[in-house]
């Protein structure tokens, strides 16, 4: 195997390539950053000390043309939730990084002095350089400077002022294809623990030579032509279908109809005005002001869901405005309105903060009397403390539910102290018994995948009923396995109605490392990464009384259809039975 | 009886006082005969079923069959919005 072990040492500064050890040789991506985090860090570590560790892992078969697969993991155990993380992102960086033949990078230690350092990972060999003329200023700014300083052909990770402050909702950004700091590894502050190693930025040179090796390329490219063509034929993946012609916020309305779409910190489900900041309104906006529309986050996309959304004018590009982005500094802080949410998103990569968390924060601070709801101008002014790293500014970006404490909030919707995403559990409970039991804290994703009826389960499930436990078990399986092989979780639709996707992605996987696997024996491996995950959880303290909802849902009715979270606990649970 | 229907995407097309500097949702309010199903006000409408992805009866995720009652809000969706985490919702039919 070509691919190497990176591992970078921040106490002394060296850096030393490692053969990939044989119990990791078939791991990508997830899997993988998960498995080292089991092995190498304590479950009782401080995420912030010296005994946490940062991975980064691009997937199986990323770096490869195969369509869809520009993904990477970051891992290791999380300022937020005190957890397992693994945060994952679409991004050119990953192919680079997977090409120069780094199947992880593994960074551990801490500097002697209080320093950050820039890690380039050039052509000619790896080195340290001082980023003291980085420090306090937004990333946007930072990537250019980055982009001058190391010249073009690089892709760069990166953390912001928010990890400077060593915040556990510090994510860990990335460059896009234009080079700009807006695609994220957001959950979780894995940001503070990169800058808690005092690394600022890994700049990585596209290599000479690339390192991908495809034992089999005949079953690769048959499995890569079929995932292309499921992906292209498919409703919502394909050319001109929902994902490619609105984005994500193609949801707003949707799960706004549904009455799933939390407003004002999760007290009702919907609201007229979320129109003002839905995907068909943006994707109007986009045009009009001579943004982009559709655009690849990573080089291998053909679905497209990405964008670039600008001011008025068509200046200042932020990047995309994510369905969960919108949400969060939008509706569920009584915000609709797009410009100020494009403000708020622009702020979010600047800082280097999750806008997840980020939102459901300003959310928490209106419900706690710091400003009103609907003061968008005011939720702007409460990231400039962030900037100026004012002791609020402090509180709020260390996330929802410490701010909450600070505030004397009682309705704080985090599970294992991360906020939730755009679902109110209470009318999707399938959503919910995800959120309560996936190793990472409140987690759309984790539970957001694919076929159902492959694995035996019942392709529709009544979002009321509540025997959800099978559904969810299943569904974080086979996302555990798309996170590890490296393809973005959206192709989950196609390969679920079309059985040549799903066998694409097994051919490629087989092809990459000439393995024979079946397709239930990759979703064995979604299991069994979930297992190492709830294991090195159980080692830091949390049982199954950590897998719930917050009190309020299961007792406040959400409008308009006036229901609670009733999942029965052992329902829950039920999740981590075999 | 009456009923409100709520057109997404480019459905909004098809209600008649749809104004384009106002919204991006179309909206009609429709007379309709007793026991009529969601397929009836969706031919009145000249919608056609392969057109539409999404059908909310009163918020809950339903099929076409689905009768419709006096006061209700019916929304539709485009194809071009397929986009349900289809395990997470039936339709109620």
């Known amino acids: 195997m070509k691919s190497k072990i990176l591992r970078v040492n921040m106490d002394e500064l060296t850096v030393e390539f490692e053969n990939v050890p044989e119990d990791y040789k078939n791991l990508g991506g997830r899997a993988l950053t998960s498995q080292i985090v089991a092995d190498e860090v304590s479950p009782k570590a401080h995420p912030l000390g010296p005994n946490n560790k940062l991975i980064f892992a691009p997937g199986i078969v990323t770096g490869t043309n195969s369509p869809n697969s520009g993904r990477i993991s970051a891992g290791g155990k999380s300022p937020l939730t005190g957890g397992i993380k693994e945060s994952n992102a679409g991004t050119p960086f990953a192919k680079t990084l997977a090409q120069k033949g780094i199947k992880a990078l593994v960074i551990e230690g801490e500097p002697k002095k209080d320093k950050f350092y820039i890690l380039k990972l050039g052509k000619d060999g790896e080195q340290f350089v001082e980023a003291d003329d980085y420090v306090g200023k937004g990333l946007y700014k930072a990537y250019e400077d980055l982009h001058e300083e190391f010249g073009e052909g690089i892709e760069i990770t990166g953390v912001g002022i928010a990890a400077e402050l060593r915040a556990a909702n510090a994510g860990i950004s990335y460059t896009d294809p234009e080079g700009m700091s807006s695609r994220y590894s957001g959950r979780g502050g894995l940001g503070a623990v990169m800058a808690s190693k005092g690394l600022k930025f890994i700049v990585v040179e596209e290599p000479e030579e690339n390192m991908i090796e495809i034992k089999d390329k005949e079953t690769f490219d048959k499995g890569r032509k079929k995932l292309a063509n499921a992906l292209m034929e498919h409703d919502v993946t394909k050319k001109d279908g929902a994902l490619n012609t609105y984005g994500t916020s193609v949801l707003v309305n949707i799960i706004n109809e549904s009455g799933g779409l939390p407003q004002r910190n999760f007290s009702e489900g919907s609201d007229d005005r979320s129109d003002m900041v839905s995907g068909e309104r943006k994707a109007e906006e986009i045009k009009k002001r001579g943004g982009v529309r559709p655009h690849k986050c990573s080089p291998s996309c053909i679905i497209q869901c990405s964008e670039i959304w600008t001011k008025e004018d068509g200046s200042d590009p932020v990047g995309v405005l994510e369905y969960e982005s919108v949400w969060s500094l939008g509706p569920n802080c009584g915000i609709y309105d797009l410009d100020i949410i494009g403000e708020l998103n622009r702020a979010c990569n600047d800082l280097g903060l999750d806008t997840i968390e980020a939102g459901n924060t300003i959310a928490v601070a209106m419900e706690g009397g710091l400003l009103d709801f609907g003061d968008g101008e005011g939720a702007l002014k409460l990231m400039d403390e962030i900037y100026n790293k004012t002791p609020l500014g402090r509180i709020l970006a260390n996330g929802a539910e410490f701010t909450g404490r600070a505030f004397g909030v009682d309705r704080v919707p985090t599970v294992k102290g991360q906020s939730m995403p755009a679902y109110d559990p209470r009318p999707i409970k399938g959503i919910g018994v995800t959120y309560a039991t996936t190793p990472m804290g409140a987690d759309h994703t984790a539970g957001y995948a694919i076929a159902p009826e492959i694995m035996g389960v019942g392709g529709e499930a009544d979002p009321f009923d509540t025997k959800k436990g099978e559904l969810s078990k299943n569904l974080q399986r086979a996302t555990a396995a798309i996170d590890s092989a490296g393809y973005c979780l959206f192709i989950a639709f196609a390969i679920m109605d079309i059985d040549e996707g799903m066998e694409g992605v097994v051919d490629t996987v087989n092809g990459v490392l000439g393995t024979d696997y079946s397709i239930e024996d990759v979703m064995d491996f979604g299991k069994e990464g979930l297992k190492v995950e709830r294991e090195f959880n159980e080692k830091a303290g949390f049982s199954k009384e950590d897998d719930r909802l917050p009190e309020f849902m299961k007792e406040e009715k959400l409008p308009p259809h006036n229901v609670v979270f009733d999942v029965p606990d052992e329902e829950i649970d039920s999740v981590w039975e075999d | ?93």
Do not use: C, Q
């Open chain 2, 1 to 93: 009886m009456k009923v409100d229907v709520v057109l997404y995407g480019k459905l909004r097309e098809r209600a008649e006082s749809f104004d384009d500097t106002t919204g991006s949702i179309g909206s009609v309010k429709m007379n309709i005969e007793e026991e009529s199903s969601i397929a009836d006000v969706m031919a009145r409408l000249d919608i056609l079923e392969n057109e539409v992805s999404h059908i909310f009866l009163n918020r809950e995720y339903s099929a076409v069959e689905r009768k419709v009652e006096d006061g209700d809000r019916l929304a539709l969706f485009p194809r071009d919005m397929a986009l349900l985490y289809k395990w997470y919702f039936t339709r109620k039919k």
